[in-house]
């Protein structure tokens, strides 16, 4: 069984730096038996992260036409049981992004989160996936692939991809801290097979060395930094704009 110490160790031996950025998308049941399960979980990647910033995702992507209303205090993160828990916990900061919102904990997190409700695309510039990559954020996928890495999305919008995003704005809206009701259109993902053919672009950040492969748990842990990664994803863009469009 694994413990929130032997989580804590694993992380220093994957080569996280605990006063940098990191961005975690996580496969609860991937890590396998914990000690504390979930809380355990998270306990170990705060406390290793407490002089840094932890950044879960806390998506909403169900939000839609039908369903056009995010609040942030009370609507559910989608992305996992242990992002959920995280955004709930004391002092993390959630930003007003009405589909792709992140949480965040750690001494500027209020700043990091800061102006997405004026972000009309999933990761537009001057969002928090944009600043990810503005301070060379790690991003850490625990016991999921590529197809769940949202940094990704962004290179697409920033660095020339087509297809990814809708021609129009969908007609969104956030509930913010205070209860205000806030309009915040968006331009939605919109490709056929969504993030699955991210998963192609793996054997070249490996072979690049921008990803590296490591073990948190029972789970395979990726880990890169968000500066090579958009690199080279924009270098493929440039020549293939579809690229991600098939597998």
Not at 102 to 129: H, M, Q, T
Not at 160 to 176: E, F, H, P, R
Request: a neutral charge.
């Amino acid at each position: 069984m694994h413990t929130k110490q032997s989580l804590h160790t694993n992380l220093s031996t994957l080569g996280i730096d605990p006063r940098g950025t990191l961005m975690v998308h996580v496969s609860y049941k991937a890590i396998g038996e914990v000690e504390g399960r979930g809380d355990a979980v998270l306990d170990a990647l705060c406390e290793y992260m407490r002089d840094g910033l932890l950044v879960l995702p806390s998506h909403t992507w169900y939000v839609n036409c039908e369903n056009p209303v995010t609040d942030v205090l009370h609507t559910r993160s989608c992305v996992g049981a242990l992002t959920e828990l995280f955004r709930t916990r004391p002092n993390v900061r959630r930003s007003l992004h009405p589909t792709h919102s992140v949480a965040a904990l750690g001494a500027d997190a209020e700043s990091f989160v800061a102006g997405e409700e004026l972000i009309n695309s999933p990761c537009g510039k001057g969002g928090v996936y944009y600043k990810l990559w503005e301070r060379n954020a790690q991003i850490l996928l625990i016991g999921v692939t590529f197809a769940r890495n949202t940094f990704i999305h962004g290179i697409e919008e920033w660095d020339g991809a087509v297809g990814s995003l809708s021609d129009k704005l969908t007609d969104l809206y956030l509930i913010n801290h205070a209860g205000n009701r806030l309009h915040t259109p968006q331009y939605r993902h919109c490709a056929k097979l969504g993030s699955e053919p991210f998963v192609k672009l793996e054997p070249q950040a490996l072979q690049a060395g921008v990803m590296t492969l490591g073990r948190f748990g029972d789970a395979t842990t990726r880990l890169m930094n968000a500066a090579p990664l958009r690199a080279l994803v924009a270098g493929i863009l440039q020549k293939e704009p579809s690229h991600l469009l098939r597998y």
